[in-house]
């Protein structure tokens, strides 16, 4: 391991009942039995199958090294990164959170098909990523080994019709991923001025016709479902442009589901927010899908990486930035799902990672 490595408690700290299995907050009683199923069987579609998570090989490598104890996943999703760093970290628990109900009722059933072992260092949280921290201090959680952000929407919410993500299937505008809040896609298509349209497609997709788009989605209202939307912007892109590129949609689509959701307003604070959690020789990792995501994610752990507030030895022929002790470094790896993932998972293609290991403290 490497030298600075500090060892987290792997049990001490955190609250476990008297057989050793890990205490993370329960489901609530509105979830068990027939409603829980329900959350399970959302549009008939049961949350299981051959759904492969992105880069799971590299993701559970990187984090071989990081020294025992927890592991946040932020966006726990169907649970798939989580469980194979359980079952390849002997060390670690893994607390995961999510907005989206539907994923921690997968939780709980996924953690009843592991072995004890593993199952007792197992949970998952309610918690949208930018309230993790408290989501993990009110589980008596003051430090992480590592942390796992896989940015935004995942499959089941794209493939599970109702809940109105794709503009492939036909349902009612809604988008978000915590279905208890109150915005969702149809206000934003519905309510906003074309100007402001204008701005969150610009903003959110770099989207080229953004103004042509909105002046559309304005003209066309009332629209109250995913097809009537993907029609109308499909309509307002001009025909020589919707033979390349994917769907004509897809990129109005991705930024009506940021603005739902306040995807990259709460990304900035969440990032800073659990990597001061992390310990010396701990790693978080983030997976994003869009210019817009990793652009942030490109700045935050730049800005750790080049933190200048660590006590350094003066010297007038060298910048603070070159002389003081980093508090972060990169970890060199793939960037990119190599060519046969991308083959088996288009999803994936689009992935971009990035790596940070907090340093030992200087002697």
Request: charged share 20%; hydrophobic share 45%.
């Amino acid at each position: 391991m490497t030298t600075g490595h500090v060892e987290v408690p792997l049990i001490s700290s955190l609250p476990v009942s008297k057989d050793g299995q890990l205490q993370l907050r329960p489901l609530s009683a509105s979830l068990s039995g027939e409603k829980s199923r329900r959350h399970m069987l959302a549009g008939g579609l049961l949350m299981s199958g051959t759904h492969e998570p992105v880069m799971l090989t590299e993701i559970v490598e990187l984090f071989v090294p990081i020294p025992n104890g927890v592991l946040l996943d932020a966006t726990l999703g169907m649970a798939g990164h989580a469980t194979a760093i359980l079952r390849r970290h002997q060390g670690l628990q893994v607390v995961g959170i999510d907005r989206d109900m539907m994923a921690i009722t997968h939780a709980h059933a996924t953690k009843a098909t592991l072995g004890a072992t593993d199952a007792a260092r197992f949970g998952a949280v309610h918690a949208r990523f930018d309230g993790a921290v408290d989501a993990l201090r009110n589980l008596g959680i003051e430090h992480l080994s590592g942390a796992l952000f896989d940015l935004g929407v995942s499959s089941p919410q794209l493939d599970i019709a109702e809940r109105g993500f794709s503009y492939r299937n036909d349902a009612p505008l809604d988008m978000r991923m915590d279905r208890s809040e109150g915005v969702s896609a149809w206000h934003v298509v519905n309510e906003y001025d074309a100007g402001t349209i204008t701005d969150i497609l610009q903003r959110n997709a770099d989207e080229r016709f953004a103004k042509r788009i909105a002046q559309a989605i304005v003209a066309a209202r009332p629209i109250a479902t995913t097809t009537q939307l993907a029609a109308v912007v499909t309509a307002a892109i001009p025909a020589a442009t919707r033979r390349t590129g994917g769907h004509p949609a897809k990129r109005t689509f991705q930024a009506i589901r940021i603005e739902v959701n306040a995807e990259l307003d709460i990304l900035p604070n969440a990032l800073r927010d659990v990597m001061s959690l992390i310990v010396p020789g701990g790693r978080i990792a983030v997976l994003a899908y869009h210019s817009g995501e990793d652009r942030i994610v490109k700045q935050i752990l730049r800005d750790a990486e080049t933190d200048t507030t660590r006590p350094n030895i003066a010297t007038p022929f060298a910048h603070p930035s070159r002389t003081a002790p980093r508090a972060w470094q990169k970890v060199r790896v793939a960037k990119q799902p190599g060519a046969d993932e991308q083959a088996r998972n288009p999803r994936a293609s689009s992935a971009r990672l990035r790596v940070m290991e907090r340093c030992a403290v200087a002697a």
